[in-house]
């Protein structure tokens, strides 16, 4: 199958590519290399798709020009590309409106008239809330330009099934981490602190939880959305193990084998309390479940994060 992972480049759409290759697939990359983070940092996130003849990489802004020549050919469309993080969406407005709902638009205007197979969209569940701790009936009630951002951009994308008939599978992610985990986001900084043997600033009193997913186990229910997903629907994708912040900060200090100094600031505006996916859903319909542990997936966030200092 030809495919096309838009933000190929990042955290999530790299080891998507790297996935669909794996399973025999063509893939076509897009990615601006939106600075929110370094370009080099996506450079090492695309080193082992680069030079293969089944990878092309697309440099190409979703917000402008013509995407028809991207999507030429394509059956099955990833959508990743998206201003992600909570914090800097407050200050940051407009580059969240333009990467995560225009940039969308555009995309499903193109594959309104390119007619693919299927489009998997990459949502979060900061649609929901302060407490994300529910099914997918839960009413979504973001506290972040972030999560308003992307709950338009779902419902955007569910417009255009409801309206046109495209082929739209939606996913909800729940606190994604592992090896390349985004730069700004709290384990790679807490496991970037220990390995330099700095201080641990925890925001809040580190007793919010979340059920975190492992980057491999969300690549693999968005693989199956593509091929098991029901045209319309939207699927919760967690792990299943609820842990608080200061329990994952205790556990990647044993994993390290060093202690830090941990103090607590204040409570970040918009963070959820607690997320823990219900997801009994994509279990259902997509065959899919979580695999691995907490403990096993922070040791291989913490074994790439060592290749890296
Ligand atoms: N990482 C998580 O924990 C998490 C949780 C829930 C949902 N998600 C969603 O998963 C998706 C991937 O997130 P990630 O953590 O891999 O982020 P990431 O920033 O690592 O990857 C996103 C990529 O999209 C690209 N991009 C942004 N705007 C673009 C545009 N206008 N045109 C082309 N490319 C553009 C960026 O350059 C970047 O490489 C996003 O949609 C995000 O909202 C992530």
Redesign the pocket.
Same mark, same amino acid.
């Given at each position: 199958m030809r495919c096309l992972v838009?933000?190929?480049?990042?955290?999530?759409?790299s080891h998507l590519s790297e996935r669909l290759l794996a399973d025999g697939h063509d893939v076509t990359g =897009? +990615? #601006? $290399?939106?600075p929110?983070?370094p370009r080099d940092r *996506?450079e090492r996130n695309l080193a082992s798709l680069r030079d293969r003849s089944d990878f092309r990489l697309l440099e =190409? +802004? =979703?917000?402008e020009g013509d995407l028809a020549p991207a999507l030429d050919g394509i059956e099955a469309i990833f959508?990743? %590309? %998206? &201003?992600?993080g909570l914090l800097r969406s407050w200050d940051w407005f407009e580059e969240y409106m333009?990467?995560?709902v225009l940039?969308t638009q555009r995309l499903l205007e193109a594959a309104r008239l390119s007619r693919p197979r299927i489009l998997v969209h990459?949502?979060?569940?900061?649609v929901y809330g302060r407490v994300s701790s529910c099914d997918e009936e839960a009413l979504p009630r973001p506290t972040s330009p972030y999560g308003a951002t *992307?709950l338009c951009a779902e419902k955007l994308a569910l417009a255009y099934q409801e309206s046109f008939g495209l082929p739209v599978v939606v996913l909800?992610? $729940?606190? #994604?981490?592992g090896p390349r985990?985004?730069p700004d &986001?709290g384990y790679t900084i807490f496991v970037e602190r220990v390995l330099r043997d700095e201080p641990i600033i925890v925001f809040g009193d580190g007793e919010q939880t979340r059920g975190n997913?492992y980057v491999a186990d969300c690549v693999d229910a968005t693989v199956r959305a593509a091929s098991h997903g029901q045209v319309g629907q939207v699927y919760n994708v967690g792990g299943g193990e609820s842990r608080s912040t200061n329990w994952v900060v205790d556990t990647i200090q044993q994993i390290v084998g060093r202690r830090v100094t941990v103090t607590h600031g204040p409570p970040r505006p918009g963070e959820q309390r607690e997320a823990l996916a219900i997801t009994t859903k994509a279990r259902q319909s997509l065959g899919w479940a979580p695999r691995v542990s907490l403990e096993d997936g922070l040791r291989a966030q913490v074994e790439w994060q060592r290749t890296l200092t």
């Open positions: 838009t933000g190929a480049a990042g955290f999530i759409g =897009l +990615d #601006v $290399f939106h929110y983070y *996506k =190409l +802004d =979703l917000r959508h990743e %590309a %998206a &201003m992600p333009t990467c995560n940039a990459a949502s979060t569940s900061s *992307k909800r992610y $729940f606190s #994604v981490y985990q985004r &986001m997913t």
